[in-house]
């Protein structure tokens, strides 16, 4: 039988595939300019903002808020003049815009926005870059389809969801490192 298929082969015939092959996953995240650039910010920002060493871990909840403080402070003091955009530049605003509004317009545009959990409003509450994330507000969740077509963060980073808006978050001193306002249809 193995001579019979090396013959079919060899004189041109065409073969017929014995097992389906698996379908290609698309890529989800665009190889753009603007996502490596916003890769690359990031990766500043977690170089700069992170100690060489690492401290011990602990449970008690007086001193992981001193930590928090003291990282949030540090964070504070390096980018005294953070302002919004520094991160979401004008072209990578663009490109998680588009790629929001497609996920949040697709046919799983339902599921999308039920699995957004949202807390309360604040209305008294303005976002702020260098701002805290409000102590009260749940981590918002980003629906993983959206977050399949992201860039992948590291652990120190994290995409939230503030109303209408779009934030990057440090995730261990809780402040808002950047946001896109009214990304959200």
């Known amino acids: 039988m193995r001579a019979l298929v090396f013959l079919l082969v060899l004189a041109g015939v065409p073969r017929l595939p014995l097992a389906a092959a698996p379908p290609q996953a698309a890529k989800l995240v665009p190889d753009s300019p603007a996502y490596q650039e916003f890769k690359r910010l990031v990766q500043e920002y977690v170089k700069q903002q992170r100690p060489a060493t690492h401290l011990r871990s602990t449970k008690n909840r007086k001193e992981i808020q001193e930590r928090q403080r003291a990282l949030a402070q540090k964070i504070r003091e390096t980018r005294p003049n953070a302002k919004q955009g520094d991160f979401f530049t004008p ?10 509004r497609e996920t949040m317009r697709g046919k799983n545009a ?15 509450w303005k976002l702020e870059v260098n701002g805290d994330y409000p102590e009260h507000l749940p981590l918002t969740t980003v629906p993983p389809t959206l977050l399949l077509r992201l860039p992948q963060l590291p652990p120190q980073v994290a995409y ?7 934030v990057l978050q440090d995730t261990e001193a809780r402040v808002i490192i950047d946001f896109i306002p009214d990304a959200l249809p």
């Open 91 to 100: 072209e990578i605003t663009e490109e998680f815009r588009r790629v929001i």
């Open 110 to 124: 339902p599921n999308v926005k039920k699995t957004i959990k949202q807390g309360e409003p604040l209305p008294s």
């Open 160 to 166: 939230r969801i503030i109303g209408r808006a779009f």
